[in-house]
C-alpha cells in the first residue's frame, strides 16, 4: 500500500499552464504504476496518463495527448503531471492512483477500478 498526496491544482486561464504533483509514501514506489485520472461534474473518472516502472510505457489519453506530459521520479517518489494549452474542458478534479505490478507486468491500465490506491484529488479549474 502507498498514500499518495496531490498538489498543484489551480485556476488557470485557457491556453495556460499547470503542474501537478503527487508525492507517495512507502518503500517500493518504483514498483507501482502509477496513473492520473480526473473527474468533471456529473461525469465519471476517467483516465488522462500513466506511467509503467517496469519498462518505461506511458500512456495518455487521447484528449490530451501533445498538451500533458506524465513523469515520475522513482528517487523522490513522485509522479508529476505537466499541463500545457489547458482548455476550459480539462476542469476537473484531479486524481493520483498507484498499482502494484509485478516485473513481468508492462501495461498501462486505464480503467478505474485497476488501481487499489488514490489520493484525495486536486481542483483544477480552466476559465474561457
Known amino acids: 500500500q502507498v498514500q499518495l498526496l496531490e498538489s498543484g491544482g489551480g485556476l488557470v486561464q485557457a491556453g495556460g499552464s499547470l503542474r501537478l504533483s503527487c508525492a507517495a509514501s512507502g518503500r517500493t514506489f518504483n514498483r507501482y504504476l502509477m496513473g492520473w485520472f480526473r473527474q468533471a461534474p456529473g461525469k465519471e473518472r476517467e483516465f488522462v496518463a500513466g506511467s509503467n516502472p517496469n519498462n518505461g510505457n506511458i500512456d495518455y489519453a487521447d484528449s490530451v495527448k501533445g498538451r500533458f506530459t506524465i513523469s515520475r521520479d522513482n528517487a523522490k517518489k513522485t509522479v508529476a503531471l505537466q499541463m500545457n494549452s489547458l482548455k476550459p474542458e480539462d476542469t476537473a478534479v484531479y486524481y493520483c492512483?498507484?498499482?502494484?505490478?509485478?516485473?513481468?507486468?508492462?501495461?498501462?491500465?486505464?480503467?478505474?477500478?485497476?488501481?487499489?490506491?488514490w489520493g484525495q484529488g486536486t481542483q483544477v479549474t480552466v476559465s474561457s
Open positions: 492512483a498507484a498499482k502494484y505490478v509485478i516485473l513481468s507486468d508492462n501495461n498501462i491500465y486505464t480503467t478505474r477500478g485497476r488501481y487499489d490506491n
